[in-house]
C-alpha cells in the first residue's frame, strides 16, 4: 500500500533531507529511439537507506520491442496492452510527486535510465550510481554487475532485469556498504561524480 508523502516525510530522522529517489527502467531496445516499458521507483531514507516505499508499473509503448531485448526482460507486446503510457504513467500524482520531493536519483547506471525516462527534474538531480562505487571500492571483482554486486556482498538473491527488484537491490548495497565502511550520501554522492560528470552532462543538454 502506498504512503502518503507526508506520512513518509515524517518518519524520516529529523535532518531535513528529501528522500533519495531511486529509479529502474527496462526498455524497448538500448538506443535513444527505443521506449521504457517498464518503471520502476523506490523512495528511500538517506540516513540509513532502508526503502520506505515503491512504485512498479509495465508501459505501454509505440515502439516493437527488440527480439535480444525481450531475451533479457522477458517482457513482450502482449503483456503491454493495457498497461498505462508513459505520459500517464507521470500524470499519476504518485510519481510526479516523488520526484517533486527528491533531488537525489540512484539507480545502477543510472544515467541510461535518466537518459530514457526524458524527464527534466530527474536529470537535473545529484547522483548516487552503485557502478561507479562498487567500481571503486572492489576493482578485482570480475565485473560490477547487480547479481555480482549481490554475489559479493552476500546480499538476498533477486530477480534480475525486473526493474523493481533491480532498483530495491541498489538501496541493499548502500546499506551494506553504509553498514560496512560507514559511508554516507555525501560519500556516495562523491564516488558517483565520475560516472556523472562524463555522462549526465550530455543528457542535461538534450532535455533541460
Known sequence: MLLGLSLL???????NMQPILGIDTETTGVSNED?????????????DFQILDRFETLVKADRPIHPKA???????????QDKPT???VWQDSTL????????????HNVVFDIRMLKHPAISTMSVVDTLPIVRTLFPTWRNHKLGTCVE???????KAHDALADVEVT?????RLSQDRGLTLQDFITMSGRLKQHYLDLVKKRFV
Open 70 to 80: 525481450q531475451e533479457v526482460h522477458g517482457i513482450s507486446a502482449e503483456m503491454l
Open 86 to 88: 508513459m505520459q500517464q
Open 171 to 175: 538501496a541493499k548495497i548502500l546499506q
Open 9 to 15: 516525510l515524517s518518519v524520516l530522522p529529523k535532518t
Open 152 to 158: 559479493y556482498l552476500e546480499l538476498p538473491e533477486f
Open 96 to 107: 510526479s510527486g516523488w520526484v517533486q520531493q527528491s533531488s537525489v536519483v540512484l539507480g
Open 35 to 47: 521506449e521504457v516499458i517498464q518503471v520502476a521507483a523506490i523512495l528511500v531514507d538517506p540516513v
